[in-house]
């Protein structure tokens, strides 16, 4: 029996549905928890590994019996503050789906990390799945040198891991049914990289009918930076890389390990492969996917001012204080003075930093440091995102919002005892549980992630979660904070105006 045909026949009482499910390659195994079903570890592609390194995924093969499904895959060979882990045998993805049978809304989860770390397994969307009665499915995708390598030649250069996410995606439309999600109402989203990558999908030819709706938080297709502002030391530039200059780098790469082609690349060891790369340079050569491509013709800023992107519904936003993780971070190392936050500034906008620092007062703030991830959130992250959504909407339905929980809670590897608001990556735990920082919420909290969890589980169902993002609206951005839902002027609130004339 086909797994689309499975689905279809399912009890029409909405009993429990089995742990045993027909996928297109074999049947699988998972588990049963309560409210929800569980199957981690499915192969959507061949191990990229030997020959299939550095190529577009490849089909699976498929297997006699029944796979036991109750553990995640590897996660994609990566570096961790002390060690590597993972493994290049990684293309899996898990499904999380209601225990009681049916039809629902898809919501395919890109995960985060800079396109070098993270994992689907790290996102645990019981929650979600539960509450908001939709089907959750994470996924696994090459990341770093793996996943973004370019070389003189190669076909896919610089964009392995969003080709992974396509095959990913054309996995979800063949099976969701039989996991009793709705192979025609899938949403992709993901956040940070994982959102970058959405809006990579929104502009890739090849993904075209592959999702019906985006989401994206904090990971605008219009987010760059000057040079150093992200970080000191930091060149210009935005998530995106041009081919050539991949390949370029890829070429280089390789001499420097003793390699003179591909084959020679593909028999080496990958951890030595990552090593290499990342020996002095955090995150790496080839931890930006890249444009000029088949799979990603334009960067997908241009992309976006041309309107090449698909007429899908979109929800999109970020958070009131993106930046001051990076903050605390640099702030730890070396603090920022007065004296260091003209440094900065200058360091960053040249003689345009006066401006900066009249618009940007120390003494409007609670230190320098927060002035300086003010200027960053506001000018890396807020303003960007909203010029991209005031060309989005000119072409799609478009919903916005702003998550604004200054008291959420604060990731255990961060520096203490700086001010975090509602910073990068913080609205995370009120959509999943994260393995890798179990997070304890207040109860309003709780409230504020119920109200989420029905926004962003809604606008999977219907498209339609509250009043359309329309650029004659200042005040359309739904706010999410603790109390009363609102709404906010995020061009007000971020001085977008001011950063108009930059």
């Known amino acids: 029996m086909e797994p689309a045909q499975a689905a279809d026949q399912a009890d029409p009482a909405g009993r429990p549905a089995g742990t045993v499910v027909a996928t297109d390659s074999g049947l699988v195994r998972g588990s049963s928890q309560n409210g929800y079903r569980s199957f981690q570890g499915i192969p959507y592609a061949a191990p990229p590994v030997g020959d299939l390194r550095w190529r577009d995924p490849q089909p699976v093969t498929a297997w006699s019996g029944i796979r036991p499904v109750s553990t995640p895959g590897s996660p994609c060979l990566q570096s961790t503050e002390k060690q590597l882990l993972g493994s290049e045998d990684c293309l899996y993805l898990n499904v999380t789906t209601p225990v009681r049978a049916g039809r629902r809304p898809v919501i395919v989860w890109l995960h985060g990390g800079g396109f ?12 979600m799945v539960v509450d908001g009665d939709v089907v959750v499915v994470t996924v ?13 030649g190669l076909a896919g250069s610089g964009d392995f891991g969003l080709a992974d996410q396509q095959a990913a995606l054309r996995w979800v439309r063949s099976n969701a049914a039989a996991f009793g999600g709705d192979p025609h109402n899938v949403t992709l989203a993901g956040q940070s990289a994982g959102g970058m990558s959405v809006c990579s999908q929104l502009t890739s030819p090849s993904a075209a009918g592959l999702f019906d709706k985006a989401l994206i938080q904090s990971g605008s297709c219009l987010i760059n930076y000057p040079g150093n502002l992200f970080f000191p030391g930091m060149a210009a530039g935005s998530p995106w890389t041009d081919r050539a200059q991949v390949e370029a780098t890829g070429s ?14 593909r028999r080496a060891p990958a951890a030595d ?15 930006k996917p890249a444009y000029d491509t088949p799979l990603l013709p334009a960067e997908p800023a241009a992309a976006l001012r041309a309107g090449a992107f698909h007429r899908v519904p979109i929800l ?51 230190s320098p440091a927060v002035a300086w991830a003010t200027v960053a959130t506001d000018r890396i992250w807020s303003c960007p995102t909203l010029a991209g959504e005031k060309l989005m909407e000119r072409h799609t339905r478009l919903y916005t919002y702003e998550f604004a929980d200054r008291t959420a809670p604060v990731e255990p590897k961060l520096p203490t005892g700086f001010p975090y608001g509602a910073y990068h990556g913080s609205e995370l735990p009120y959509l999943f549980d994260l393995t890798t920082w179990p997070a304890t919420l207040t109860p309003q909290q709780q409230g504020l992630s119920a109200e989420m969890i029905a926004a962003w589980s809604g606008f999977a169902a219907t498209g339609h979660p509250w009043p359309r993002f329309r650029d004659s609206d200042g005040d359309d951005t739904r706010l999410f904070a603790p109390g009363a839902a609102r709404t906010v002027d995020v061009g007000a609130e971020h001085d977008c105006g001011f950063w108009s004339t930059f």
Request: with cysteine; aromatic share 12%.
């Open 273 to 287: 492969l990552l090593r290499a790369d990342l020996a002095g340079r955090p995150g790496g050569r080839f931890a």
């Open 140 to 152: 696994n995708y090459r990341l770093g040198i793996l996943g973004g390598f370019g070389y003189p």
């Open 252 to 265: 280089a790469f390789a001499g420097a390990v003793g390699c003179t082609d591909l084959d020679c690349l």
């Open 116 to 127: 070098s770390t993270g994992a689907g397994s790290d996102y645990d969307p019981h929650r």
């Open 316 to 366: 999109e936003g970020g958070n009131r204080d993106e930046h001051r993780g990076w903050a605390a971070a640099l702030n730890t190392g070396w603090p920022i003075t007065e004296d260091r936050y003209r440094q900065l500034l200058t360091a960053a906008f040249g003689d345009r930093a006066a401006a900066v620092a009249a618009q940007y007062p120390v003494g409007a703030f609670p």
